[in-house]
């Protein structure tokens, strides 16, 4: 199994970034997926998850209005998009995918590699 992210990079305040996680090995539409974020020096926290079957989403106070989770069912992928894009942001986002949505967000099945959002100032 394997999680791919991708479509971080440098971005400046109030910009824009779309992160994609595709997977292989594994059917997301049989998994509840999610996105993490790690700034430097902090620990590992939730932004946002889908319930696969139900397409219910969830968000962090933090980017609630901001970012949107979606999913690709014909292309097995996860998406993140996020707007208006803060400093704080920064951070390395990883997805992850979860056999419910409780084992997704205390200890997921998989994580991806992680793909580094820098917002400048």
């Known amino acids: 199994v394997q999680l791919q992210a991708s479509g971080g990079g440098l971005v400046q305040a109030g910009g824009s970034l779309r992160l994609s996680c595709a997977a292989s090995?594994?059917?997301?539409?049989?998994?509840?997926g999610g996105w993490f974020r790690q700034a430097p020096g902090k620990e590992r926290e939730f932004v946002s998850d889908?319930?696969?079957?139900?397409?219910?989403?969830s968000y962090a106070n933090s980017v609630k209005g901001r970012f949107t989770i979606s999913r690709d069912n014909a292309k097995n992928t996860l998406y993140l998009q996020m707007n208006s894009l803060k400093f704080e942001d920064t951070a390395v986002y990883y997805c992850a995918a979860g056999k419910f949505i409780s084992v997704l967000r205390t200890s997921p099945n998989y994580w991806g590699q992680g793909t580094l959002v820098t917002v400048s100032s």
């Open positions: 090995g594994l059917t997301f539409s049989n998994y509840a």
């Open positions: 889908i319930n696969w079957s139900s397409g219910s989403t």
